[in-house]
Each structure stands twice: as C-alpha cells, then as structure tokens.
C-alpha cells in the first residue's frame, strides 16, 4: 500500500493551497480517508476526513468553512482544498486512510499512512 502526498508549498497568509493524495495497493472505495497535520514540537492532530462514498465529512473546529475534503474513487485519490490560510496552519501534513470506520480522528486509528507535504503558511 502506498499513499503519496504531493501539493504543499509555501503561500502568503490569505492563500491557498490544494493537497493531493494518491492511493495505491488497495481497494480504495473501502477506505475511509483523513488528512491529519503535524506542527514543529506539537502533535500530529487530526484536520478532515471523509467517509469511502464521499457523503460524510468531519472537520476540526481550527479549519471548518476554510477547507473542504474531498475524493475521487475513480482515481484513487483524496484532496484537502485549504483556503484562507493562516500562519498556524504551517505544519507537515499527512494523508491516512481507515478500513471501512467512519469519523475516526485518532491518528493510532489509522492504518496507512502517507509520507507527508509540507505546508508553510507566512504572515
């Protein structure tokens, strides 16, 4: 199993940004997906996910009405739209996917990972 993260970068305070997630090695539309994101001396925290149809999102309080999860089952890909970005949404950030549980926010829930994008936010 692979997930490969790719679209981080660094933008001005105000922007945004579009991750992306690639899937390989397992049945994709099985899987519930979530990005989660890891600050310099913090821990990893959970950000969005979204169930293996698409119909059911969760949110962090931190990013809701700024980013939007969202999936693409025929390409085997997750996206994490982030807009009206801020400062403190630097961090590396990590796609995760989650045999068939939905709305699971604990980062030991998870079982691949992907290797992380860098997100760097300046003000």
């Known amino acids: 199993v692979q997930l490969q993260a790719s679209g981080g970068g660094l933008v001005q305070a105000g922007g945004s940004l579009r991750l992306s997630c690639a899937a390989s090695g397992l049945t994709f539309r099985r899987y519930s997906m979530a990005w989660f994101r890891q600050a310099p001396g913090k821990q990893r925290e959970f950000v969005a996910t979204?169930?293996?149809?698409?119909?059911?999102?969760y949110y962090a309080d931190s990013v809701k009405g700024r980013f939007t999860i969202s999936r693409d089952n025929a390409k085997n890909t997750v996206y994490l739209q982030m807009n009206s970005l801020k400062p403190e949404d630097t961090a590396v950030y990590y796609c995760a996917a989650d045999y068939q549980t939905l709305g699971v926010r604990e980062p030991a829930q998870y079982d691949y990972w992907g290797q992380g994008t860098l997100v760097t936010v300046s003000s």
């Open positions: 979204i169930s293996w149809g698409g119909s059911t999102l």
